[in-house]
C-alpha cells in the first residue's frame, strides 16, 4: 500500500497583457519588480516575459489553498494595474506578443530556445500545476503509472484556451516538443531516471530538470507534478484541480496494480479532451472508444469518492464541478 502526503500546492502562470492593445506585453520584469514573496506564496518568471507565475507553499487543505490563490491573484493584479497591464488567466493568448518574448539573460531559457528553435520561440502557454506529497521517489512514479488513464479527463475539465476549433489549444502547442503527453509506464524511480537520462543524452530535453509529461516527478520538490491543466479561469477552478489531483494520487495509496492501458489510447484520449473539452467525446482509454467526456468525468468523480469522502471535501468538489460544467 502507498503512503501518501496531505500536501498540495499549485503553480499558476498569467500572461500579461497590453491594456490598448490587447496583446501580450513583454513586462514580466516591471510586474515581479512590484510584488514581494509571502509566506504563502512565491512569484517567478518564466520562459517568456510575457508570462508571471505564482507558486503556493504546501497546503493541507482546499480552503487554505483557495486563500493563498486568491492573495496571489490580487498582489498580481494590482502590480500589473501600476505597470498599465492587464493580468489573464487564460492558457494561450487571443493575441499573442509582436516582440521576442524568451529573454536572453537567464543561461537556461537561452539553452532552451538553442535546443527547440520556432517551437519555443512564440511559445505563451500558461498552466495549472498541482504539486501533491509524496513520502519518496518509488512511490511518486507508482503513482504516476495510476494516473495515466484519467490525466485526459482532468484536461478536458480545464480546457480554456479555445482557438482554431480546438477547446484546449495550449495543449495542441505542448504537443510540439517532443516526449510531451502521458508518460509512459516505468517500473520504479531508477527506470524513470534512466529514461530522463536517455533523453538528455540524445538532445531531445535540455537537462534532467526538464520534461514535457502532463504528470511527472518533481525535479525539486517531494511531489507528483500535474502538469496537464490549463491555466485556470477562476480560483474555483484551481482549486477543483488541486482536490482533485490530490484525491487522484491517494486513491492510488490504496489501489492495486493499475489496469494496463495503451500509449496510443492515451495519446488519442489527450487530443479528444484538447479538441473537445467536456462538449463532445472523449476516449475511453479501457474500453478503446469514444464515449461522452462527460461520462468520463462521472467515472473519475466516482473513482475518487472514497479520497474525497475522506478529506470532507466531496461535497465541495460536486459543488465545483457544478459550477465548472
Known amino acids: 500500500m502507498l503512503q501518501c502526503a496531505d500536501t498540495v500546492g499549485v503553480e499558476e502562470e498569467f500572461l500579461l497583457v497590453d491594456t490598448a492593445s490587447a496583446r501580450t506585453a513583454v513586462r514580466a520584469d516591471a510586474v515581479l519588480a ?63 506578443s509582436l516582440q521576442p518574448i524568451v529573454s536572453h539573460d537567464n543561461p537556461r531559457f537561452r539553452r532552451v530556445l538553442d535546443t527547440y528553435a520556432g517551437v519555443v520561440e512564440h511559445y505563451e502557454a500558461c498552466g495549472c500545476h498541482v504539486h501533491v506529497g509524496v513520502p519518496d521517489r518509488e512511490t511518486g512514479v507508482r503513482v504516476l503509472n495510476h494516473l495515466r488513464p484519467w490525466l485526459p479527463t482532468l484536461l478536458a475539465l480545464s480546457a480554456n484556451s479555445a ?10 502547442e505542448q504537443s510540439r516538443f517532443p516526449g510531451s503527453g502521458v508518460a509512459p509506464v516505468f517500473p520504479d524511480a531508477a527506470g524513470y531516471d534512466a529514461h530522463v537520462a536517455r533523453m ?47 484525491a487522484l494520487v491517494h486513491t492510488a495509496a490504496v489501489a492495486d496494480e493499475p489496469r494496463p492501458v495503451r500509449d496510443d489510447v492515451c495519446a488519442a484520449a489527450v487530443w479528444a479532451a484538447s479538441r473537445y ?27 475518487v469518492t472514497p479520497a474525497l469522502a475522506e478529506r470532507g471535501e466531496l461535497e465541495l468538489v460536486h459543488d465545483l464541478v457544478d459550477q465548472r460544467v
Not at 511527472?216 to 507534478?225: F, G, Y
Not at 462527460?294 to 467515472?299: F, G, I, N, P, V
Open 277 to 303: 473539452g467536456l462538449d463532445g467525446a472523449g476516449v475511453d482509454p479501457w474500453r478503446e472508444c469514444r464515449v461522452p467526456a462527460t461520462a468520463l468525468l462521472e467515472a473519475l468523480l466516482e473513482h
Open 34 to 96: 512590484r510584488v514581494q514573496d509571502t509566506d504563502l506564496t512565491k512569484f517567478h518568471a518564466e520562459l517568456a516575459s510575457t508570462q508571471v507565475e505564482a507558486a503556493t507553499g504546501p497546503c493541507t487543505s482546499v480552503a487554505e489553498l483557495g486563500q493563498a490563490l486568491r492573495q496571489a491573484r490580487a498582489m498580481l493584479a494590482k502590480a500589473a494595474e501600476e505597470a498599465g497591464l492587464g493580468l489573464v488567466s487564460r492558457g494561450t493568448p487571443v493575441k499573442p
Open 163 to 172: 482557438g482554431n476549433g480546438y477547446a484546449s489549444w495550449r495543449m495542441v
Open 200 to 246: 538528455v543524452a540524445c538532445g531531445t530535453l535540455v537537462d534532467r530538470a526538464q520534461s514535457f509529461w502532463l504528470a511527472r516527478l518533481s525535479p525539486k520538490l517531494p511531489t507528483v507534478e500535474f502538469r496537464v491543466a490549463d491555466a485556470a479561469a477562476t480560483v474555483e477552478d484551481a482549486m477543483l484541480q488541486a482536490a482533485l489531483s490530490r
